[in-house]
């Protein structure tokens, strides 16, 4: 099953609007990360956050982490046409070798 | 740098014919190695990982069988497919557990 559900399933903007994704998760962590994929290609990835962290950025991106209500959320600010794509989250599990994902967003950034 | 290839980019293969998907990865040693499948629209679903030669974990009972004969090898096969098959299939590296991975181009199938 899967360990981590973002929501929206799909999420639609005006270009220079934030766009805000969230992810929940079922078990314990060690670590967070968010992936970027275009349609039809590979995944790549965006962010890691770890459990004993509770926010981090990069660029114009903004991960929060809260893990007593096993969610994190992912903003994206002044969205350009180019972020259109879907974001996963995808969570280890505390003392797993492997790394599950989440079903995804699906954002639109309209020009 | 290191680099993963995964190839052939899209595959249409008949009800009950065999299948090799190959994956490599350049650039690094000891990867750990993973295959997904995603089917449209979905995420992702774990098929199998990989912490070293001929180690092999499956995640879920399926047509489906996974082989790393060397270190930076990571083979995905069947027998016979079946029309359930047909999806997005992903290989990914890591250099540790729990760590970012990174992701090939992916292998559009379709059983036909």
């Known amino acids: 099953s899967q360990q981590g559900e973002e929501d929206p399933q799909a999420l639609s903007i005006q270009e220079g609007e934030n766009a805000t994704m969230n992810c929940s998760y079922k078990?314990?962590?060690?670590?967070l990360q968010w992936y970027r994929q275009n349609s039809g290609r590979g995944l790549v990835h965006l962010i890691l956050?770890?459990?004993?962290?509770r926010e981090k950025h990069s660029g114009r991106l903004r991960v929060t982490l809260d893990t007593s209500k096993k969610s994190s959320s992912l903003l994206i600010t002044a969205s350009r046409a180019a972020d259109t794509a879907s974001y996963f989250c995808?969570?280890?599990?505390?003392?797993?070798?492997?790394?599950?994902f989440g079903t995804g967003t699906k954002l639109q950034v309209i020009p | 740098s290191q680099t993963i290839h995964q190839w052939p980019a899209t595959l249409v293969q008949p009800v009950g014919s065999p299948l090799s998907l190959e994956c490599t990865v350049e650039?690094?040693?000891?990867?750990?190695l993973y295959w997904y499948r995603q089917a449209a629209g979905r995420g992702l679903q774990l098929l199998f990982y990989?912490?070293?030669?001929?180690?092999i974990s499956s995640e879920v009972p399926q047509n489906l069988s996974a082989s790393r004969p060397q270190d930076r090898q990571f083979i995905l096969s069947s027998k016979k497919l079946l029309l359930s098959d047909s999806g997005f299939y992903l290989c990914?590296?890591?250099?540790?557990?729990?760590?970012?991975?990174?992701f090939g181009q992916g292998t559009r199938l379709t059983v036909v």
């Open positions: 990914a590296w890591s250099r540790e557990t729990n760590t970012e991975a990174f």
């Open positions: 956050i770890r459990s004993n962290e």
């Open positions: 650039g690094t040693s000891n990867p750990n």
């Open positions: 078990t314990s962590i060690n670590n």
């Open positions: 995808a969570t280890d599990g505390l003392g797993y070798q492997k790394v599950t």
């Open positions: 990989s912490i070293g030669i001929d180690q």
